[in-house]
Nanobody, 125 residues
Framework: QVHLVESGGGLVQAGDSLRLSCKSSEGTFSNYGLAWFRRPPGEERDLVAVSSTGGSTYYTDSVKGRFTISRDDAKNTLFLQMNSLKPEDTAVYFC???????????????????WGQGTQVTVSS
């Protein structure tokens, strides 16, 4: 069982940076594909970035060059470094883990078995 807890959200101004963390006290992170999703106000949940067990990463186009996903499997922690934040990045950010047996990136929502409670990121203009 994996229990994910996000932290690091907050209210910032456009152009600022934030670092989100997602930690689990159970499970072995190296066995899981991990991802960050976000749900903007009034919109559906969207994939932001993925870190696979094989070391691959994926970013949605809108965050490429600004966000970096990384993981510390020894500490069961996933990170999302967000730079040059824009008002359109405002959302609740969720981390998720999948037990799908693949070393590639998992881009669909359905395979993600475990979810955190979310952390709010608000970017003012």
């Amino acid at each position: 069982q994996v229990h994910l807890v996000e932290s690091g959200g907050g209210l910032v101004q456009a152009g600022d940076s934030l670092r989100l963390s997602c930690k689990s006290s159970e499970g072995t992170f190296s066995n899981y594909g991990l991802a960050w999703f976000r749900r903007p106000p009034g919109e559906e949940r969207d994939l932001v970035a993925v870190s696979s067990t094989g070391g691959s990463t994926y970013y949605t186009d809108s965050v490429k060059g600004r966000f970096t996903i990384s993981r510390d499997d020894a500490k069961n922690t996933l990170f999302l470094q967000m730079n040059s934040l824009k008002p359109e990045d405002t959302a609740v950010y969720f981390c998720a883990a999948t037990t799908l047996r693949t070393r590639g990136v998992v881009l669909s929502v359905r395979p993600y078995d475990y979810w955190g409670q979310g952390t709010q990121v608000t970017v003012s203009s």
